[in-house]
């Protein structure tokens, strides 16, 4: 191979390293610029809905069940909530995150996170309501069927009664149940 040659295929080399250099530097910056905690978001979250504040997760780690995932759970500073971050699986689009409030063993609040569902605005507006009240320690399920909509997003009422199984059971088990006080 003559010189010319070799040096031209050399430059074309180099070109393309520094290209892709820049560009991984550009994207590390951008994720860096752009970054959101999952851990702080649901910090955020939490003391919104609850108006308490939240400085420490007490499980970072989750606990992952059959059909759904307690992705955190967390204690108010001020002790009266219980804050979960779980996912129920199946839903139409994929995993539904529901944020549920635990006070005194009952549900205070239930409300929607991350989804992918299409179906959410054939819910009524109070469809979160039915569960206000349950006390977590009583109940060890909620069946698709205990829910009530006349919604068609069968899917997706499976995957929120998923999600709030995962967060009773995780109550029953870590923090309320017969052995946890």
């Known amino acids: 191979m003559d010189k010319t040659k070799f040096r031209s295929m050399l430059q074309g080399v180099l070109v393309l390293a520094v290209i892709a250099l820049c560009s991984g530097l550009l994207l590390g910056f951008f994720n860096m610029i752009t970054y959101?905690?999952?851990?702080?978001?649901?910090?955020?979250?939490?003391?919104?809905?609850?108006?308490?504040?939240?400085?420490?997760?007490?499980?970072?780690?989750?606990?992952?069940?059959?059909?759904?995932?307690?992705?955190?759970?967390?204690?108010?500073?001020?002790?009266?909530?219980?804050?979960?971050?779980?996912?129920?699986?199946?839903?139409?689009?994929?995993?539904v995150q529901v944020y549920v409030y635990v006070s005194d063993n009952k549900i205070t609040k239930a409300v929607l996170g991350e989804n992918a569902e299409t179906l959410w605005g054939t819910f009524e507006e109070n469809f979160f309501d039915q569960f206000i009240g349950i006390d977590v320690t009583q109940k060890t399920s909620f069946l698709p069927s205990d829910v009530t909509t006349s919604s068609t997003a069968k899917l997706s009422i499976q995957a929120v009664s998923r999600a709030i199984d995962a967060v009773m059971t995780y109550y029953n088990q870590n923090v309320g149940g017969e052995n946890n006080g």
């Open 36 to 95: 959101v905690d999952p851990l702080q978001s649901a910090y955020d979250r939490f003391a919104e809905d609850t108006g308490a504040t939240f400085s420490k997760m007490t499980d970072p780690d989750g606990e992952e069940y059959e059909n759904g995932l307690v992705l955190y759970y967390a204690l108010s500073d001020d002790g009266k909530y219980h804050a979960f971050l779980a996912s129920g699986k199946g839903g139409y689009g994929g995993d």
